[in-house]
């Protein structure tokens, strides 16, 4: 099946700094793919949807300027958390579409961020 | 969207059938019944999809009753590594943002 990774797969910063986590889809082009957030013991909450090309659309509630997106190729999507907070430390997650069809969503293995 | 409701967490011991219930009274026509599996620290992956009737596939079955409100997973002789978060998703056919609930955590212990 499809591959989505993450780098790194897992962060330890200190609070104030940025962080940038990458989310690649290794053998498939990704037109959409979406950032996800899962403190522990919670299930996943989507952040942002993104689209190769285009500003990213963001779930309500999502500060859409502490959390850049930038989708600029179909197979590269980065999240940056900005001025990272300890209540930012968090397991984000991404996907990636391969087609129009809703279960053709792929996940990467995610991203531990720890802040300090 | 419609709404899924699943419990919390489950027991069960190696080799034996576990059924995993989903109910989601408010599914709309267009909706297909999904399920993903997550391992700790993990993301999530797709198990099965299912309409209506029976899905199998190699991994689990998918049972959908003819009016649509519940769907039931069933995962065949389970093992130690199948200790996981399962989440019954209701999603609207073409529409990709996935919405996901609290998810049944399962504990397969020997």
Sequence with gaps: ?116 | LAKTTQPISMDSYEGQEVNITCSHNNIATNDYITWYQQFPSQGPRFIIQGYKTKVTNEVASLFIPADRKSSTLSLPRVSLSDTAVYYCLVVLSGYSTLTFGKGTMLLVSP
Aim: aromatic content about 10%.
């Design chain 1, 1 to 116: 099946g499809a591959v989505v990774s993450q780098h790194p797969s897992r962060v330890i910063c200190k609070s104030g700094t940025s962080v940038k986590i990458e989310c690649r889809s290794l053998d498939f082009q990704a037109t959409t793919m979406f950032w996800y957030r899962q403190f522990p013991k919670k299930s996943l909450m989507l952040m942002a949807t993104s689209n190769e090309g285009s500003k990213a659309t963001y779930e309500q509630g999502v500060e859409k300027d502490k959390f850049l997106i930038n989708h600029a190729s179909l197979t590269l999507s980065t999240l940056t958390v900005t001025s990272a907070h300890p209540e930012d430390s968090s397991f984000y997650i991404c996907s990636a579409r391969v087609g129009l069809d809703y279960n053709e969503q792929f996940f990467g293995p995610g991203t531990r961020l720890t802040v300090l």
